[in-house]
């Protein structure tokens, strides 16, 4: 099916490739399989450190334990590093923004078209394995962040000081309209850049991906092995960034006016 | 742009999977590993202890052992001098006991001598009285030269 490909064909393969399976019309529409890859990925990501985390024993920790720990860890870490207040929230909300970002990354590795050929065989049309090339995906994690950074900024500095906040800052009181424009800006940006950062990296990716099936299958290996491994750090890497953009979002919402 | 309901479908699986973490993941890992974390250094401290109590004991020992052959030396000097002593005051003792066997053997032999030399004046007196017996070829009045004789014996 990769291969031979030419003209118009080309095109409707990438297209094909590019097209969510759908419920609904419009505004209403749900992107099926985002959806279920996603909570899929997630399920596996909470029932294996659910499983370690019952299993958690302070003595000699077994495989999965120290595996689960070691990320754990990380996200501790980097929570400890850049968040000075106490939050129950934080730790956890960054090891499941890694590890999730991480498995939805990790789709993208899975050969582009060996999943939406077995969905073809049981007559699913369309299918997009990869979570983080739906903006849908990207933006539900990023708004949920933003939502996060207005509670804390309520909480921490209730709303008289975060409304003082957005109209003194940066240019003191007399700038106020100023002010009030480039905090807007600066608070929408956030989650605008989390999201499309995540997704335009993942986007490429798989796109390349796309572009490499379509070559003839002897110089397929050739291209998208290397691709694939390079990929390897490129996913890795977004689903850190976003974690630590996530932790930095967050503490920046805690602490007072610079 | 297709951003549509699927969103509001994100958002929610997120904010779930995230409470979950927070509720059933986070505790128990951290709880298992901040014990851990206790009990290593609890262990790295008990270590520590049972080495400074290690030292302690075998300076401890040092000290005992130096401290038993001080007294050992001390008492092997104590028995040397006393043992010193006891050979001179033997010495002595016997030094003593030398001198006064000399002594007494002295006295005996002084005894002896004047005894015998009593003994000789007796005969010396018996045979002088003999013999002045034989010269006058008659009877002496003993009891009137008795005073006489003795004299005699005296001047012996």
Known sequence: ?258 | MNLNITLLGQMITFALLVWFTMKLVWPPLMRAMAERQKNIADGLAQAERSRRELELAQKKAVDIIREAREDAAGVIAEAGKRAAKIVEEAKHQAHGEGERLLVAARADIELEVSRAREQLRGAIAQLAVEGATRVLEKEIDRAAHAKLLNDVVKQL
């Open chain 1, 1 to 258: 099916m990769s291969t031979g490909h030419s003209g118009g064909s080309a095109t409707d393969y990438i297209v094909h490739h590019l097209t969510n399976l759908t419920v609904g019309k419009g505004f209403w529409t749900l992107h099926l399989d985002t959806l279920i890859f996603s909570v899929v990925l997630g399920m596996v990501f909470f029932f294996v450190f659910r499983r370690a985390a019952v299993r958690a024993t302070a003595g000699v920790p077994g495989g999965l334990q120290n595996f689960v720990e070691i990320l754990v860890e990380f996200a501790d870490r980097q929570v400890k590093d850049t968040f000075h207040g106490r939050s129950e929230l934080i730790a956890p909300l960054a090891l499941t923004i890694f590890c999730w970002v991480f498995l939805w990354n990790f789709m993208d590795l899975v050969p582009v078209d060996l999943l939406p050929l077995f969905a073809g065989w049981v007559g699913v049309p369309y299918l997009r394995v990869v979570p983080s090339t739906d903006m849908n995906a990207t933006f539900g994690l990023s708004l949920t962040v933003l939502v996060l950074i207005i509670f804390y900024s309520f909480k921490i500095k209730g709303p008289i000081g975060y409304a003082r906040e957005f109209l003194t800052h940066p240019f003191g009181p007399y700038l106020f309209p100023a002010n009030l424009l480039l905090n807007i800006v600066e608070l929408l940006a956030k989650p605008l850049s989390l999201s499309l950062r995540l997704f335009g990296n993942l986007y490429a990716g798989e796109m390349i991906f796309i572009l490499i099936a379509l070559l003839p299958w002897w110089i397929q290996p050739l291209l998208s092995w290397p691709w694939a491994v390079f990929h390897i750090l490129i996913i890795t890497l977004q689903a850190f960034i976003f974690m630590v953009l996530t932790i930095v979002y967050l503490s920046m919402a805690h602490e007072e006016s610079h």
